[in-house]
């Protein structure tokens, strides 16, 4: 058995949450979402003609026995949501403190949690330059403990290509739901095309992007060789502080870039940093990007 | 400081060939980042980075560099000067007799004081000073900071009639201050004789002299009983003038205070000259020579002699013998004795006499006083006589030993002798290869003069000097009957008081002193009569040529302008091997830095 990525004071809290989304009728189960189709859910919405093929127990006897027609009662179909959290484990992800590997996946596992609650049906695959390990779809409160389970199990390594990861995510899967990215989105070879493909498939995405400090107030003085932690390509340089600047500047551009992207393909978008408090990211910023309720 | 091969400081250039290995092999900081695309636009449009002169800090670096400049330092041998912890003066002063001149008033003794005072005003405060006297070598003061406590004990000392002992006082001092730093300062007059000196560096003499003092003193006085008539004496005087010019001088001779003599010479500068006197005294007498100078000399305490005469002193002496002429004769020559001849005697009655010949008879057992046994042995000797040694050649004398005064025993025969050896802690004075023939044994109260042959067995008796044996010998027993000058002694020796009960001594200052039974009394400090129970019992007198020699002694001592040095003395302290344990020191800790920075990087 698992053991808790989350404390339980800080579980029961995110009880009161769910994922907002509009792909409530994806799921293939009765969930707790209010479906726009009828189906077999609790609450009454009409009747219709017995036809061939439906099913006896919904058929109406009390008007069969003033109309002598058969009659099946139509109610409103519940249906379940079908939510992706993507992760990237990919080496950039190590760095930090605490590392973003380590925040992605507490982070996944009170959404996880929260969709779980909500009978939701929640799976999760981790990706550096190809789909890695993944936890099929589940629903109900007590996969929490394998959900944790598994994401206990991610540890960072090896280069990361967003593109071709999330590509083939979106062709693989034939039912869309809300995919939630969690990545640093520090990919030489961009982000967009993969985004793109979750979005052509359906896809509710959510990009949730975590970067450290140093990544936005880098350290340092005189000259050093910056490393790529997952290329290891070299970069020898003199750290100054208008260099600084001219740094800060490009990752501003990066991100507004980002940004820009989101909102033109409708994408929910935040970014945040591993010194945010979790529980501010999950209650305030997550709130407000409208991904929870 | 002082660096004694400042020439190697040149090798602190070698900083700069460490300075240039470090630029040199001077590596990047590497800096592990999630990714460096975002740097790869901005580096794209940067020049190419310049040679940097600038090098990062490095512990290693500053390190070295300060083991570098230790080493270095070390190689040019530095000196680190700092004054002295402590200081230590010692200062001898002369208190001899010849300190008493009055060549400067008021004397030399009083000036050589204040100039110590002087001396002491300009010592540094953490002069650790002591006070020698030279008369006798004792340390008045030891080490002290406290001027004061020193004052007062400079205060207290007083210069005596006594001969110098100034080579004993500079040991002392020399034991002083043998482990530590100092200088040892002797103010005197240098009224002493200069070969027994050897001068170390720190010694230096202050003279306390002017430049052609005055003085006329008895250097020398005898007196001796003359075989002409009972009770005639002859006194022998020696004056001499050390003065640098003729001297009046009158020259009196007194018995209790009564003129007998009266010369007025004049005597050159640098001449002595000798006057005899005779006179007949038959009771006890107060003998007295004084001098005087026109105008009076700068030394007064040698201008005086004195002796006590006592020639009415009896010594009962007892012959026990079965009849020996020889001795018997010999012993009546003196009017000082009075003869008892016996031919045996009982313990009890013993102390009756001062002296007591046993003449080949046995004496009795635990026998007191002054013996005499001839070829006679008391039970109680612990001795065993191995019967009779015939003519015993004689393998050893001891010459110098007063009872052979004036005694040739070379020649002497022996037809036979007791075979004994020596009493345990006898002194041998006589003896052939098998028996002891003379010999002395002090014992608790027993003087023993053991002769053991018999006079008559030997040609002792016929010759010349049996009979000036017989008078050394008396003289040796008692001296206070037989020595006439035996009242009079130098100041600085003993004197030894015979006066049975309790008595008060009265030295020439009037200080008394109460004695007990016989005694010594070790403090003739003072020229004059000592008087025993208001009687003048001695005289003390000066009789020291080296000390009535006042003029100074410069030619042959190397005096010091200044009277200290002291203050300025400052210590040298090598820092050599200090910076060198320091430069190894911080070379182990860069090496263990350096070992963790790799085993770090690892």
Same mark, same amino acid.
């Given at each position: ?293 | ?10 090798? *602190?250039? +070698? ?7 470090? $630029? =040199?092999? &001077?590596?990047? %900081? !590497?800096? @592990? ?34 083991? *570098?400049? +230790? ?7 530095? $000196? =680190?000067? &700092?004054?002295? %912890? !402590?200081? @230590? ?8 007799a010849s300190?008493e001149s009055t060549d400067?008033l008021?004397n ?29 070598? &004792? ?22 009639d ?50 052609n003092p005055r003085n006329v003193g008895i250097t020398s006085f005898s007196i ?9 004496y002859e006194i022998l005087i020696k004056i001499e003038n050390f003065s640098h010019k003729t001297e009046d001088i009158v020259l009196r001779v007194l018995a209790n205070e009564k003129l007998l003599y009266q010369e007025h010479l004049q005597l050159l500068s640098l001449k002595k000259k000798i006057f005899t006197y005779s006179f007949i005294c038959?009771?006890?007498t107060f003998l007295k020579v004084e001098l005087k100078t026109n105008p009076p000399d700068d030394l007064l305490i040698d201008n005086f002699v004195g002796i006590v005469i ?178 009079e002694?130098?100041t ?16 020439p ?17 003072f020229v004059g009569p ?6 003048i019992?001695?005289v003390a007198n000066l009789l020291n040529r080296?000390e009535s020699n006042i003029s ?51």
């Amino acid at each position: 058995m698992g053991k808790l990525i989350l404390d339980e004071k800080f579980l029961r809290q995110l009880d009161s949450l769910r994922l907002l989304s509009k792909k409530v009728e994806s799921g293939h189960f009765q969930g707790e979402r209010r479906g726009s189709k009828s189906g077999s859910g609790l609450e009454f919405i009409d009747y219709q003609p017995y036809q061939m093929g439906d099913d006896y127990r919904y058929i109406d006897w009390h008007l069969f026995s003033r109309f002598e027609q058969l009659f099946i009662k139509l109610f409103v179909e519940e249906k379940d949501l079908r939510v992706h959290i993507l992760i990237d484990r990919s080496f950039s992800m190590s760095t930090g403190v605490p590392s973003k590997i380590e925040y992605a996946k507490k982070l996944a596992a009170a959404l996880g949690y929260i969709a779980l609650v909500n009978f939701d049906r929640v799976g999760v695959i981790s990706f550096t330059s190809h789909l890695e390990e993944s936890l099929p779809q589940r629903r109900g409160k007590l996969q929490i403990l394998e959900l944790f389970s598994f994401l206990q199990k991610i540890s960072s390594n090896g280069e990361t290509n967003l593109n071709l990861c999330l590509d083939k995510f979106a062709s693989r899967e034939r039912k869309a739901g809300i995919a939630i990215v969690i990545s640093d989105l520090l990919d030489e070879k961009g982000y967009q095309k993969g985004l793109l493909s979750l979005r052509t498939h359906g896809w509710e995405v959510s990009l949730i992007q975590i970067l450290e400090e140093k990544e936005v107030n880098p350290e340092g003085e005189g000259g050093v060789v910056l490393v790529d932690k997952e290329t290891h390509k070299k970069i020898e340089t003199e750290i100054t502080s208008s260099i600084i600047k001219l740094y800060q500047k490009a990752l501003g551009n990066f991100l507004k870039e980002i940004e820009n992207f989101c909102e033109h393909y409708q994408i929910k978008y935040l970014q945040t940093l591993t010194s945010l408090p979790l529980s501010s990211l999950i209650f305030k910023n997550l709130r407000r990007k409208k991904v929870l309720k | 400081m002082s660096f004694l091969n400042p020439f190697a400081l040149w090798f *602190l250039s +070698l900083a700069g060939v460490i300075f240039l290995f470090y $630029l =040199l092999k &001077r590596r990047k %900081k !590497e800096i @592990f980042i999630s990714s460096n695309f975002l740097w790869q636009k901005i580096v794209k449009n940067l020049p190419s980075p310049h040679f940097q002169w600038k090098l990062p800090f490095s512990w290693l670096l500053l390190i070295q560099i300060i083991a *570098l400049i +230790l080493m270095v330092l070390a190689l040019s041998n530095p $000196l =680190l000067f &700092r004054k002295s %912890k !402590e200081n @230590f003066l010692v200062i001898v002063l002369d208190t001899s007799a010849s300190m008493e001149s009055t060549d400067i008033l008021p004397n030399r003794f009083f000036v050589a004081k204040k100039r110590i005072e002087k001396v002491l005003k300009t010592l540094p405060r953490n002069t650790k000073i002591a006070l020698i006297s030279s008369v006798p070598p &004792r340390v008045v003061s030891s080490f002290s900071d406290s001027q004061s406590y020193f004052l007062k004990r400079l205060k207290d000392l007083e210069p005596l009639d006594l001969p110098g002992k100034e080579k004993e006082a500079l040991n002392l001092a020399s034991s002083l201050i043998s482990k530590k730093r100092g200088e040892i300062l002797f103010f005197t007059d240098t009224s002493f004789s200069p070969e027994m000196f050897t001068l170390k560096e720190n010694m230096k003499f202050i003279p306390i002299v002017s430049e052609n003092p005055r003085n006329v003193g008895i250097t020398s006085f005898s007196i001796r009983s003359t075989a002409v008539q009972s009770g005639e004496y002859e006194i022998l005087i020696k004056i001499e003038n050390f003065s640098h010019k003729t001297e009046d001088i009158v020259l009196r001779v007194l018995a209790n205070e009564k003129l007998l003599y009266q010369e007025h010479l004049q005597l050159l500068s640098l001449k002595k000259k000798i006057f005899t006197y005779s006179f007949i005294c038959n009771q006890k007498t107060f003998l007295k020579v004084e001098l005087k100078t026109n105008p009076p000399d700068d030394l007064l305490i040698d201008n005086f002699v004195g002796i006590v005469i006592n020639p009415d002193q009896t010594l009962f002496v007892l012959l026990v013998s079965r009849g020996n002429l020889f001795l018997k004769t010999a012993l009546e020559t003196y009017p000082q004795i009075k003869l008892f001849v016996k031919d045996k005697v009982s313990l009890e009655e013993t102390p009756e006499y001062g002296l007591i010949f046993f003449d080949e008879i046995t004496p009795p057992p635990s026998l007191k006083g002054n013996i005499v046994c001839i070829a006679s042995l008391s039970p109680d000797f612990p001795l065993k006589s191995k019967g009779w040694e015939k003519d015993p050649p004689l393998t050893y004398i001891k010459k110098s030993h007063p009872l052979f005064r004036f005694v040739n025993l070379e020649k002497l025969n022996i037809r036979r002798a007791l075979s004994i050896s020596s009493l345990p802690g006898a002194k041998i004075l006589l003896r052939s290869f098998q028996t002891t023939l003379i010999q002395i044994w002090q014992k608790d109260d027993l003087n023993l003069l053991l002769i053991s042959f018999d006079l008559y067995d030997s040609d002792f008796p016929l010759q010349v000097g049996f009979p000036v044996f017989i008078f050394n010998l008396l003289q040796w027993f008692h001296p206070e009957i037989f020595d006439p000058q035996y009242y009079e002694v130098h100041t600085g020796e003993n004197f030894f008081i015979s006066r049975e009960g309790k008595n008060l001594l009265t030295d020439p200052d009037n200080h008394s002193l109460k004695l007990e039974g016989k005694s010594t009394f070790s403090q003739v400090n003072f020229v004059g009569p000592y008087k025993l129970n208001g009687d003048i019992y001695f005289v003390a007198n000066l009789l020291n040529r080296e000390e009535s020699n006042i003029s100074p002694q410069a030619k042959i001592y190397p005096f010091e302008k200044e009277e200290s040095s002291v203050a300025e003395e400052r210590e040298k302290w090598p820092l050599f091997s200090l910076l060198i344990l320091l430069a190894l020191a911080l070379l182990l800790g860069e090496w263990y830095l350096y070992y963790r920075n790799r085993r770090v990087k690892k």
